[in-house]
């Protein structure tokens, strides 16, 4: 490997980390919200634990590896924001952070794409 690839390669792993960083850096606010997870076997339902500018946190059943892509929705009920209807945001992300506490399982992702839908 050349001196430019490494350079190059370690350019990129310092830009990954400080990504990592600022997805980190984001006030998080403890707000329990509807989720359904998108799955082979149909969506799984969950909640957030918590939720930044920058991503969510949730529990799932089964284990995300770091760097999986995730598919889910989110619902605000209607009272929260102030419409005749729930509004739904259909969520693209990555997992950033996996973990298990006390036999429960849950995964950070970072939100990469979201679409609101209104019913």
């Known amino acids: 490997m050349s001196a430019d690839s490494s350079k190059e390669r370690a350019k990129n792993m310092k830009a990954q980390r400080?990504?990592?960083t600022d997805v980190q850096?984001?006030?998080?606010?403890p707000i329990k919200l509807p989720v359904a997870v998108k799955a082979e076997g149909g969506d799984k339902?969950?909640?957030?634990?918590?939720?930044?500018?920058?991503?969510?946190?949730?529990q799932v059943e089964s284990d995300m590896p770091i760097g999986?892509?995730?598919?889910?929705?989110?619902?605000?009920?209607?009272?929260?924001?102030g419409s005749d209807a729930d509004v739904r945001v259909d969520c693209r992300g990555r997992v950033v952070r996996s973990y298990e506490d006390d036999?429960?399982?849950g995964v950070g992702v970072v939100?990469?794409?979201?679409?609101?839908?209104r019913r």
Do not use: K, W
């Open 68 to 81: 999986s892509m995730i598919d889910f929705t989110i619902s605000f009920p209607a009272e929260v924001v």
């Open 103 to 105: 036999g429960r399982r």
């Open 18 to 20: 400080n990504r990592f």
């Open 25 to 29: 850096g984001a006030s998080r606010f």
């Open 111 to 117: 939100i990469d794409e979201y679409r609101f839908d």
């Open 45 to 58: 339902a969950t909640e957030t634990q918590n939720i930044s500018a920058n991503g969510v946190l949730f």
